[in-house]
């Protein structure tokens, strides 16, 4: 029997350095879409910021759409974007230490509500994939967190966890959006209110 395409050993050094060259290609334009935000963007324009050919942007991402979301996924995990969180955050006061962190970086933070808003057409599966499954995650952890704080006494227990979640999370993200539109709107601020409502206090 012939090995299939998939069996046949791969060029590890070729392999390594394609690998390389794409998370060279993807801090790049982390960089431009920090800088800019995702306004009037198309893969050749992109391409020129970064300094490669459209080509080249089109062989690592394929669309515009996945190299959007792979620059938001990445750009989460760079020092400066998460914040330590006190070990008693709730997870309203856990946004509002987010949101400030956000204000440093307003691009990014117009690249994720871009994505948000492709998602709810028909023709974005993969920015419909990625916020789907983003809130999907949220909703849980939130959920229990949310639970773990109610039994310790610090959010009310007559509370359904899974709609607190939900809240917080609309509250966040409607907040950023209006942050985005007008800079006089204190994001921070109204998610600590959040917070003290849930807390009963």
């Known amino acids: 029997m012939t090995d299939s395409p998939d069996d046949a050993p791969r060029p590890k050094g070729r392999y390594a350095k394609g690998i390389a060259r794409r998370q060279e290609i993807l801090d790049k334009a982390i960089e431009v879409f920090a800088r800019r935000g995702a306004q009037k963007t198309s893969l050749r324009a992109i391409a020129q910021e970064v300094g490669v050919t459209h080509a080249a942007l089109t062989h690592y991402f394929g669309s515009l759409e996945e190299l959007l979301v792979e620059v938001y996924r990445e ?15 709730s997870p309203a006061m856990a946004m509002s230490i987010s949101a400030e962190a956000n204000r440093e970086i307003p691009g990014l933070v117009q690249l ?9 057409e028909d023709n974005h599966p993969t920015a419909q994939t990625f916020a789907t499954e983003r809130f ?66």
């Open 75 to 89: 750009s989460q995990h760079r020092p400066g974007i998460e914040r330590p969180m006190p070990p008693d955050a």
């Open 112 to 120: 994720y509500s871009t994505l948000v808003a492709m998602a709810l």
């Open 136 to 201: 999907a995650r949220l909703r849980e952890e939130i959920t229990a967190q949310v639970s773990a704080l109610q039994e310790s006494g610090h959010i009310r227990a007559d509370l359904e966890p899974v709609l607190v979640a939900a809240l917080i999370i609309a509250a966040s993200d409607g907040l950023q959006i209006q942050w985005l539109l007008d800079d006089e709107v204190n994001h921070e601020a109204a998610l600590e209110m959040l917070d003290r409502l849930l807390r009963g206090v």
